[in-house]
């Protein structure tokens, strides 16, 4: 069975123990995506900012100011959409054709399950939520990535997904 995304290959050879990146690999990539992600997230904010701020000019020119229950709401909305977008960001990225981010990308790997195939967008999601538990471990859910088998990380594991290089 051959793989219809970006890979060439069969998956039984996508997930070979020398195929899956390891921590190092997968570090460097997650670095380069750490400073992506934000860029995206700021540029989707900065589109959500013009009609707030119209509305909060025609809020203040109503009522002669801008209540502080506006200004709560607002930044907890903010909060909320910077975290959604990174899993966003991630999700949408490992779930695409291309099965990585552009971190990932850079160094030749990319997102499959345990079988080699595409995630699709719901375990994407699932699978970056989890990373929640990877943290929570002190990262240790991380650092497995290094010691395991097939080099998955805790919410790899949880998730039945793999980090591996892209066959040419």
Not at 22 to 45: C, K, S
Request: proline share 4%.
């Amino acid at each position: 069975m051959t793989l219809k995304s970006a890979t060439v290959g069969t998956s039984a050879e996508l997930v070979t123990r020398a195929n899956c990146a390891g921590f190092w690999l997968r570090l460097v990539a997650a670095t380069i995506d750490a400073f992506l992600a934000p860029i995206l997230a700021i540029l989707a904010v900065l589109i959500l900012l013009i009609p707030l701020a119209v509305a909060g000019i025609v809020t203040q020119n109503v009522h002669g100011h801008l209540p502080e229950t506006v200004y709560n709401s607002y930044a907890l909305g903010l909060a909320l959409f910077v975290c959604l977008s990174e899993l966003i960001y991630f999700a949408v990225f490992e779930s695409s054709p291309l099965q990585a981010t552009p971190g990932k990308l850079t160094l030749g790997l990319i997102v499959t399950d345990s079988e080699g195939r595409r995630l699709t967008f719901w375990r994407a999601l699932a699978r970056n939520f989890l990373k929640v538990v990877s943290q929570f471990t002190l990262y240790i859910g991380y650092i497995l990535a290094g010691l395991t088998d097939r080099k998955q990380a805790l919410h790899d594991m949880m998730s039945g997904c793999l980090v591996v290089r892209k066959l040419p």
